[in-house]
């Protein structure tokens, strides 16, 4: 039994009562009433176990994006119910929302919605629902909690995705669709078209023209069907925060705009995520099939608290690609960890396909470079900047290995990596 504000309200006028009129047993006699009306008023009170849930799956949502959770309560017993339902979940789905006052008669459902607005990717679960019945004066309720399941699937956000309808205008020029066109050792013929003021002499095709009476050039386009494995590291460095949110989310955003953009661009794209083990997987997957399955795959997954085991990403790697490929890695360029693990074993990578190591930047050692307000600023300033000397020579020891590098802010990693991914097309380096 619980007490309400009510029976609080109920004592607090007894006890005014019983200092205005001092009369002898008053205390006693007030209280042993107080005490009956909301025993009374609680047996009188529905049943919180007559009363059957059911909650609707709630399936998936996007990172930030509005989500419902959806219950149905049927009301079983042989008293009017009146009070309170609470749908609980974990802190981070923000279910602000989640009382609601319910009154239902024997025998009817009533189906309640509790908004939910989550903050980080993964499954959220749902805690229990707790059912709260009054009685007839509201002086006490009855109260029960039930472990009704539920689960919501947060997918990455994708903000990244803003980038993608410039870099794939950018895809169609190369392709052949537009005025531009390119030409290297990864290109491959197209058709013929007129020649127009400004196109390469070289791209004339003489013996067309002849017999043509016209002057017409070779197009060429970037080749299709390459393949794309991109690598995200789970190791202990993608827990570090660069700014707001974990190196790993950041990571993320680059994995799905690159993913997007090979796919409209032709090319087979495949996911590893890995720091000792495989965390997540795939393979085999692609047009309006691709995009869903890295999203969901990438949703669970989080930071692990061990070292990166780059022999096993390149075991990995070899297994499943035979053929050059483009190998993106998605980590940290911390010398420390580069030096004692990705750089003993990136020539058995680079030697075979072309490998691109996509990082983020810290923007609080950004911030901590440009001060120079007192003597700790300036100590600070001076570390920031060895750390980034620090980092620029292993990225030159990297390209000195044949990997390109890309290091960029949290904001900017994804649409460099993709402009990464186009001029390696566009030079016919796949």
């Not at 399936?59 to 219950?71: I, K, T």
């Not at 509790?114 to 006490?140: E, K, Y």
């Not at 570090?240 to 799905?256: C, I, K, Y």
Request: net charge positive; proline share 6%; aromatic share 4%.
């Amino acid at each position: 039994m619980a007490i309400t504000w009510r029976a609080v309200a109920l004592t607090a006028v007894g006890a005014v009562a019983v200092l205005l009129l001092p009369v002898p047993g008053t205390v006693l006699v007030w209280a042993v009433l107080s005490v009956l009306l909301c025993v009374g008023d609680a047996l009188l009170a529905a049943s919180p176990r007559a009363v059957a849930i059911r909650r609707d799956p709630a399936g998936s949502v996007r990172l930030h994006e509005p989500a419902r959770s959806r219950l149905t309560l049927t009301h079983t017993g042989a008293r009017r119910l009146r009070g309170v339902v609470r749908d609980a979940w974990q802190p981070s789905a923000h279910a602000e929302r989640n009382r609601h006052q319910v009154d239902l008669p024997p025998g009817e459902s009533r189906r309640l919605e509790t908004p939910l607005r989550p903050s980080r990717r993964g499954d959220l679960h749902a805690d229990r629902v707790t059912v709260r019945t009054l009685g007839p004066l509201g002086l006490a309720a009855r109260q029960a909690s039930f472990d009704v399941p539920g689960t919501l699937r947060v997918l990455p956000e994708f903000a990244s995705r803003r980038h993608l309808p410039s870099r794939l205008a950018r895809l169609r020029e190369m392709d052949g669709r537009a005025a531009v066109q390119v030409r290297g050792q990864g290109t491959e013929f197209d058709s013929l078209r007129e020649y127009v003021i400004g196109d390469d002499v070289r791209s004339i095709d003489w013996r067309a023209s002849a017999r043509r009476s016209d002057v017409v050039v070779r197009t060429w386009r970037p080749e299709r069907d390459r393949r794309v494995l991109i690598v995200v590291d789970t190791s202990r460095t993608s827990a570090a925060r660069t700014g707001e949110e974990p190196r790993l989310d950041t990571s993320v955003e680059a994995a799905l705009l690159l993913a997007a953009l090979a796919s409209r661009a032709g090319d087979r794209v495949e996911l590893l995520a890995y720091d000792r083990t495989v965390r997540a997987r795939v393979a085999g997957a692609s047009g309006p099939r691709l995009m869903p399955a890295i999203a969901d795959a990438l949703a669970g997954v989080e930071p692990s608290l061990v070292e990166a085991d780059w022999p096993g990403v390149v075991a990995q790697v070899q297994e499943r690609l035979s053929q050059r490929a483009l190998v993106v890695l998605l980590s940290a360029l911390e010398p420390s960890a580069v030096e004692q693990g990705l750089l003993s074993v990136v020539d058995r990578l680079a030697s075979r396909h072309q490998v691109v190591l996509a990082s983020v930047r810290d923007p609080e050692v950004e911030r901590l470079r440009t001060g120079r307000e007192d003597v700790a600023a300036l100590f600070d300033a001076a570390a920031a900047e060895r750390t980034e000397l620090e980092r620029s020579a292993v990225a030159v020891r990297l390209r000195s290995h044949g990997v390109e590098v890309v290091d960029a802010l949290p904001d900017d990693l994804a649409p460099r990596l993709a402009d990464t991914y186009l001029a390696l097309k566009a030079a016919g380096r796949l």
